[in-house]
């Protein structure tokens, strides 16, 4: 499947395409699901929810250019899939993700740590980021919202990137560089993500 990928020259990155072919996408599907886990599309994981289809993780890495020891903000953990191939890109302990569902964060959470990942999972609203942790070099949301978060963009060290679906049913991907009288912003084309949670929605 990543060589088709590779090969339909949607995903360029060295890199990125390594990380694809070392995460086991089967781990991170419902055992029911498991004999889709290498097609390539969103498949269900409970909850309404859905893991992200391996091109458009891959072109997330891609836009997001993302090197080994960058430390990532993820906003929607999911099944952890996406934060897993982060993380074979930025390496142990640089990837921390923001899930707002609890039985999500704790499966995923569990799950990653089961694969050997250290890839840090909190409980809570993306829309307020992760402080904590920040400044972060890259952050990226996997549900859609309405608006760039605010706290987002806060935490990103100057010259860092967010890369979001932003919109509600007309969703686009939104590249934001945060320079140092405000932010680069750039879209590129339409995509389908689920909505985000929380914040004043
Ligand atoms: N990256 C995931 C895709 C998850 S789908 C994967 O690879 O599987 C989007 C996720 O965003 C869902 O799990 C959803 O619960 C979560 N989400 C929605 N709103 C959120 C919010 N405000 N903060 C954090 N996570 C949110």
New binding site residues.
Partial sequence: MVETLAESGRIERESTIEALKAVPRHE?VPPERRGSAYADRPLP?G?D????APHM?GIMCDRLALSEGEAVL??????????AVTAEIVGDGNVYT????ES?AEDARKRLDDLGYDVQVRV????DGWPEYAPYDAAYL??AARELPEAVLEQLREGGRLLAPVGERRQRLVRAVKCEDGIDREEFGGVR??P????DS
Avoid: K, P, R, W
């Fill in positions: 991170f994981i909850n929810q859905t893991i992200s993780v993820e906003v929607g953990t999911g099944c952890g899939y996406h934060a923001v899930e707002y569902v999500l809570g609203d993306g829309h996997t549900c993500f689920v985000m949670q929380g914040g």
